[in-house]
């Protein structure tokens, strides 16, 4: 490899860096004598879409009263409520397990899971008819009570103007689900989240003719919520792949929901430097077709990716429903199971341009893009395996039976810098994620 070509890429994703600096401090003079304060850093002008309008601050002006450094999730939860709205900061020290006394501590008394088993088997219950109606005292009605005490237990609602940020290169959260929800004005950065692991998954017979196991939670859910940064963070299942979880009713026993989804209505959205990897169901853009959230999601869910890592993932990166969506200078790296990428909904209007796909033998890029619904998108200057590829041809040539159009009618503007997408692995793959902010 030429070393000078090799630096230099590396030298134009530092750009991003700079901006950050002067975002924080003002000048170039301020940036070289003052320390970088990431907690301090806010998102730069004409960064995506969160940076439309008001811009995304988070809780960058917040008085020393209100920065807290937390190494326990009840003190995380705590310095979440303490001073309701005002801008606040939140160091995260150190890796915080939501749910450290297991699964055995959220279940109600009673529940028995063997007998939830044999009681729910096709074989004695069937298909066709689901559980909503079974009585509290039933198995599937100590399941649920179990599941509202986890759900308690391990969802975090983050409050408006604020900063999460975590403390060196070793931060962040085991089996957490971050609500961001009907708020503005929120930072999430250098976070490692390792996926919640729902210990009550529902069996719904009615879930296809075979039936199926549904979870919940989502590691992060930006529900209905303005002037969000997602920045340099790394989502994953760790310790517990798919891969790790039993089979019961002839179903994988689905303990994994999304790592990160937009819903609701929420709009101006930044997803930058992030690394999503090891999981199935990845990101959502809008949660339904349905009526009632269309209501809600037309005209919103802006969101920009940019510079991310999208690695051994098997769907969703992103599937999109409603929004305009700008994606950008990422990596997507394909692994064993992969389904698609992009997933094209119900009237979304996806940009995805200047990204990088390293594919491996047998998978084809006619599957990078999957169609749901009718919807027009832009798809330019892609590069599959270092080679220029036309992401929508390939795949009209290769599955007719479900043509995608091109051409989402609008150009994203909210980019400070695009980098070619042949030097995007390099640059992406070396300074993506968590514990590499700047």
């Known amino acids: 490899m030429n070393t000078k070509k090799c630096h230099a890429r590396v030298m134009m994703s530092l750009v991003g860096c700079t901006a950050l600096v002067l975002a924080a401090t003002g000048t170039t003079a301020q940036a070289q004598a003052r320390p970088r304060d990431p907690g301090r850093q806010t998102l730069p002008a004409g960064d995506g879409w969160g940076s439309a309008g008001t811009g995304t601050t988070g809780g960058a002006a917040a008085d020393a009263a209100h920065v807290y450094t937390v190494t326990t999730w009840a003190g995380f939860k705590a310095a979440l409520r303490n001073g309701s709205t005002a801008p606040k900061i939140i160091r995260v020290k150190g890796t915080i397990d ?7 501590a959220f279940a109600a008394p009673g529940y028995d899971f063997d007998a939830y088993l044999r ?39 983050v409050p408006a103007n ?14 957490a689900s971050l609500q961001i929800k009907a708020v503005d004005n929120v930072i999430v950065r250098n976070l490692a989240f390792e ?30 919520s303005t002037h969000v940064w997602l920045d340099h963070n790394t989502f994953t299942d760790g310790d517990h792949p798919d891969s790790s979880l039993p089979t019961y009713f002839g179903r994988i026993y ?8 937009i819903v609701r209505g929420a709009d101006y959205v930044t997803a930058s430097w992030n690394v999503f990897t090891d999981h199935d169901k990845t990101i959502l853009i809008g949660n339904s077709d349905s009526a009632a959230t269309a209501a809600d999601d037309r005209g919103h869910l802006k969101v920009t990716f940019h510079h991310n890592l999208f690695s051994n993932l098997l769907e969703r990166a992103p599937r999109v429903r409603f929004g305009q969506v700008d994606s950008y200078n990422n990596h997507f790296v394909a692994g064993d199971g992969f389904s698609y990428s992009y997933g094209i909904g119900m009237e ?4 995805a341009e200047h990204n990088a796909f390293t594919l491996p033998s047998g998978i084809s890029a006619a599957t990078v893009l999957k169609k749901w619904k009718e919807a027009p998108l832009t798809a330019a200057d892609n590069y599959v395996n270092g080679v220029a590829t036309d992401l929508i041809a390939v795949h009209n040539a290769e599955i007719p039976a479900e043509t995608l159009r091109s051409g989402a009618g609008w150009t994203p503007t909210l980019r400070t810098h695009v980098d070619r997408p042949r030097a995007v692995p390099a640059i992406v793959d070396h300074r993506a994620g968590a514990g590499k902010v700047c």
Do not use: I, M
């Open 98 to 104: 939501a749910g450290a006394g297991g699964c055995d």
């Open 119 to 157: 009681k729910y088997a096709p074989e004695n219950w069937g298909y066709g008819t689901n559980l909503d109606a079974e009585p509290d005292d039933s198995p599937e009605g100590l399941r649920r009570a179990s599941a509202a005490r986890q759900d308690t237990a391990v969802k975090a609602d």
């Open 162 to 175: 604020t900063t999460l940020v975590g403390v060196g290169r070793n931060a962040g959260f085991k089996g």
């Open 195 to 224: 996926s919640p692991l729902d210990c009550f998954p529902q069996w719904d017979p009615t879930d296809t003719s075979a039936g199926n196991w549904n979870s919940e939670y989502d590691s992060a859910v930006v529900y209905g």
């Open 254 to 261: 689905e303990q994994h929901d999304g790592e990160l989804d």
């Open 348 to 351: 979304s209007q996806l940009v």
